[in-house]
């Protein structure tokens, strides 16, 4: 019954690359950056080429200090090579990719064939959760790749007996995943099962090789100076209070606090297991109940590659799960460890009858799930107002991928594997050339901003309550803002008391925010986004109880790059 042979026979570096620049640069440039996380980003980097301040992320003058800015300057390195930020806001992250394929491609083929090196980077390529990273704008799958480049280091140290510069790449690329999001301390993970496999070399180790092995933490550490060391020099020469704090968040607050003392993405210690797993590491969890047991055999026979890898795959779950703060993303550098290790089974495994018809399983249900949400569609008023008008857009690309996926599985049926992996691809290459193109208009303010800087006077200001960075982006004259921070209820009145300082001004923001000081009568509907409506408005729209608020606090300056 099964014969994905061919597709599992597969060798070449070349082809694998091929397939996957096809599946995930399909789309490149078709799309603006869409909320929540890509407008931060996209607005950040601009702003470092704006304003040729690199060490301080900001978005529309605040200091940004949630994350490190390595994945900004990536993005700002694309902007500045191809001029678009539509094309640049996506690169780090495809590229990213590439080098997350070739690394587990390289490994799977030292470890154990080119044959497994390819079967390693096809099934990653067609992880949900490796795919879907691969084609957002986020930090994740960036991190990932200097998390897989330090484990290729490591491995290659620890299995492949190549040599102390290869322990020393994976201490170099931890460190720089340090500063890209603080995680790159998770390929150092493998250290600890290494301790069980290489316990006798541990112990008849001499005073050289002691050396060699202390040297990896400074090696970590100079890496991590790249950014921190003129970071840290700026702030203490500088003595601003606000670098004073961007520095104590960045380093403490989004880190040690955000790990032991989450406050936001509260979730059960079970939730990776129960939540994530089974949906995001399709199609490969079909075949976990397969696989598990393949691996205990593969430990019990003390095979150094499966004790490294599942070892290292267990500890970066529990790690995550111990914290209760979790979101789905935080999984994604344990996907290529989970394709290396089906990989050499894969074969094995698909010639068993449930395997199998687990795969064609999802293919037909993917199709199923296509057709019927196209139907849905169609014919539920209530599901496309719910929509905010992106079911018009939907269900055309949704009714032609339900199609092409049940004619798919039924042609490749006697390969289940491939016929899953035909299914999912089509379902990208939908997604990036159709449904992306159909839903930019719906996902960007930029006919509100346009529609806004219309209605603004000669010589009028504009005011942004309710702070999106994606308003920032697609902003068509000098504004002002108040900031991410701020609660709805302060930016209300203090909004209230900015406008009546000068007679062009103008505030522009969400229902909620709006209907505290303005009338609703009085105001200009601009249009619906972002599950809200966004309202214009001057002084003259004033509620009384909002007359003669005190000017408490001054708005940031913005000025876009047109």
Known sequence: MVSDRLLLRQQSLGGLLLLALLLLGTGLGLRDPWPADEPRFALAALQMVQSDQWLFPMRGGELYADKPPLFMWAIALGYQLTGSLRIAFLLPSLCAALLILALVWDLGRRLWSRETGFSAGLLLLFTLQFTLQAKTAQIDLFATAFVMLALYGLLRFLLCGDGWRWYWLGWFAAGLGVISKGIGVLALLVLLPALLTHWQAVRASRWRAWLAALAGPPVMAAAM??????????????????????????????????????????????????EVIPLFWLPLSLLLPWLIPEWVKAVRSRDHRFILLLGYLLLVVLLFSFSAGKRGVYLTPATPALALLAAPLIGRVLQRRWPARLLLGLGMLLGLVGMGGALALRLSERLLARLDGEGEALWLPLLLFGLLALLLTLRLRRAPLTAVCAVLGAGWLIYSGWICVQLNTLRTPAAIMAEAAARLPPQGELLVTGFKEQQLLFARSPLRHYGYRLGGEEQGRAAAAWVV???MRRVLGPSDIMGLCFEPAQMTRLGHRHRTDWWLADAAALKASCRGLPITLEPYRYRPVL
Do not use: C, N
Not at 228 to 246: E, F, N
Not at 257 to 270: E, G, N, S
């Open 501 to 503: 300082g000068a007679p």
């Open 225 to 274: 100076a790249l950014w921190l060391a003129p970071m840290l020099l700026a702030v203490s020469q500088s003595g601003d209070p606000q670098l004073l704090a961007y520095r104590d968040e960045i380093l403490l607050r989004q880190t040690v606090t955000r790990y032991f003392d989450a406050w936001h993405h509260l979730k059960p210690f079970w939730y990776y297991v129960t």
